[in-house]
């Protein structure tokens, strides 16, 4: 690194060289969390060290930056090679192995239960990929598991209670999709759930860092348990963590404290937002700071705002899809051209454009064959 670190920073290098403490860094946001990582495995040239990421883009990204005895990787690339080596078989990604195995079963019906289980097909579907989220093995099979959870804590978890169809559609779609594992076919979740829950050998490092430590589910608790088994490095933001719908552990941090007995230090200073608006965030995070050279900012509130009002360049930041869409129909209308990060709607009306007739099409022409 060629800047020069914060007092916070420094004080977590010197906690991380001068003893052999498991360490939780809470961070907040834009606080300089991977370069702090960085500065850590820089100050341990001599330590092997696992950087774990949770997306493939991060993990190239601190590959890029992180000295050579480091490797960077993400859980599930983690996961899948483990579990490979375990079967000792080449193994095969099928991200509809899911919806493949609930066909199957549910095509084995008939009468009023199979146009049952298709008007439910999609709520079950996703019931089965929660199960591996939740590291849910059903009960009497495979002794040797690991699980997480059973037959009455899991189907009691679920938002809504399934029928007994159901249930038994879900337990025999995550004892095939566990049968399919083991001869070498896995879905995404099949990577994290499959290694963790049976026996498996992990890589051993002396160091295991990992990022956005907020985020982690109690699967990844189990698997970073069978990773860290000499020491941890975790970082993350419990301001953050607003990923329980996705699996993650409401209080992940809290729990990673306890269980690897972690010493605590912060960072504090966010290095992305002006002062106005790190004072807008002090009411969820009272201890956030700016740095000097921080630019004073401002934070405006609008009761209501139309494209008009939205200058070019702007970025529109929201929870949910649908009314990003809806906005970006309307600044269409307006002689806009918006573009949704992800999906660019301006491309994809084109490209259906050009279904319906010429460029040269006239105006009433293109309506009709729209209603066409």
Known sequence: MTFTPTPEQAAIVAAATSS????LVAALAGAAKTSTLILVAEALPKTATLCLAFNKRIAKEMEARLPGHCVSATLNSVGHRAWGQAIGRRLIIDPRKNFAILKSLVDELSGDDKEAAYEDFSETLHAIAWA?????????KYPQAKRLMGDEDFFADLE????????????KAVLESIKQSFAGTLDFD???????LFPVSFPQFPLVMIDEAQDLSELNHAMLRKLARKRLIAVGDACQSIYAFRGAHESSMDLLRSAFSMRELTLSVSFRCPQAVVREAQWRAPHMRWPDWAAEGRVETWT???AGRLAPGTTILCRNNAPLFSLAIRLL???????LVGNDIGKNLLKWMTKFGPASLPHR???????A
């Not at 007994?164 to 879900?170: A, F, G, K, T, Y």
């Not at 099949?190 to 963790?196: A, E, G, H, R, W």
């Open 365 to 371: 022409g293109a309506l009709q064959a729209i209603d």
């Open 304 to 306: 209501e705002w139309d």
């Open 190 to 196: 099949d990577q994290i759930f499959m290694s963790t």
């Open 132 to 140: 591996k989220t939740c590291g849910y093995v059903p009960d009497g």
């Open 20 to 23: 052999e403490d498991n360490l």
């Open 333 to 339: 209308k307006n002689g806009r051209y918006p573009e």
């Open 160 to 171: 809504v209670r399934p029928t007994e169809l159901q249930e038994d559609l879900i337990r």
